[in-house]
């Protein structure tokens, strides 16, 4: 069964910060994390990639406590995709993909046939083969969005866990980067603050409001006029097409003192 979620607990500096979470994906399912800042989306991956120890509850990968599981048996079978990855060191695009097989590396190595198929592979599949040589710095948002992906997948890994990985990119490259992800043959946890993009490219969605779970099912179930609404706090509006609801914003209310228009001949002061 596919990394999962049972009745999570778990507190920071004395905040509960998630309560009762429950998720049980289908293999192969990308499973979208929504929810207004603060919502608990970031500290479940957090929790789901054995990071944090949940207080109450289990994170379970097939079936076994993550908990009873070393760092290096998670890691082979869950990669983590962070908001930011930058670095200081002069670093290659394989030497940052090269970073998944250690996970599979011992204390005299590992095994270099294996780890330079995986790294080539990875490098293929996100499109970043022909880049293996250019320098960390030198690329674009989305080009190192494609490298950490690459990273990931070296690892060879069952689960992935994205930590809202579309931020910081324009639509083009949003678009590139979750059907890449959606394309995977794994179960991906995606933390995403667009609900259009999360109707388009998740199988189902999962919102988070104060560390609890809202509601939970399909985009065309959850992504209401109402939810958007209630959680968000924002007026909106949701029309499905195809079965994909598609959100759209109203202004808000004016909250500022109308402007004063001047008259012909005359001078508005301060």
Same mark, same amino acid.
């Given at each position: 069964m596919p990394l999962h979620a049972k009745h999570l607990g778990w507190s920071r500096g004395g905040r509960l910060v998630l309560d009762g979470v429950t998720i049980e994906p289908m293999p192969g399912e990308t499973i979208g994390l929504l929810g207004p800042n603060g919502s608990g989306k970031s500290s479940l991956l957090g929790v789901l990639a054995g990071v944090h120890r949940p207080d109450t509850g289990? !994170? #379970?990968l097939d079936d076994t406590d993550v908990r009873s599981l070393r760092r290096r048996q998670i890691a082979r079978r869950v990669a983590t995709v962070e908001q930011h990855a930058e670095t200081e060191v002069d /670093? =290659? !695009? /394989? %030497? !940052? !993909?090269?970073l998944g097989r250690i996970p599979h590396r011992g204390t005299f190595g590992g095994d270099d046939a294996a780890d330079n198929t995986a790294i080539d592979g990875a490098l293929r599949h996100t499109g970043m083969l022909e880049h293996r040589h250019r320098r960390w710095h030198t690329l674009s948002g989305g080009e190192r969005q494609r490298v950490q992906i690459a990273r990931a997948l070296a690892q060879e890994p069952d689960e992935l866990l994205l930590d809202e990985? =579309?931020? +910081? $990119? %324009? /639509?083009? +490259?949003? $678009? %590139? $980067? #979750?059907t890449l992800v959606t394309e995977l043959p794994m179960t991906s946890y995606v933390a995403l603050h667009d609900l259009n993009l999360a109707a388009i490219f998740c199988d189902r969605v999962v919102v988070l409001a104060r560390g609890s779970i809202i509601a939970a099912g399909t985009p065309a179930d959850v992504? =209401?006029?109402e939810l958007v609404e209630r959680v968000y706090q924002v007026r909106a509006e949701v029309i499905v097409e195809d079965g994909i609801p598609q959100v759209s914003y109203r202004r808000a209310a004016q909250t500022r003192a109308p402007s004063r228009t001047a008259h012909p001949g005359q001078t508005l002061s301060p």
């Open positions: 289990q !994170v #379970l /670093i =290659t !695009v /394989i %030497d !940052v !993909v090269r990985p =579309t931020n +910081h $990119l %324009d /639509i083009a +490259h949003q $678009l %590139d $980067l #979750l992504i =209401t006029r």
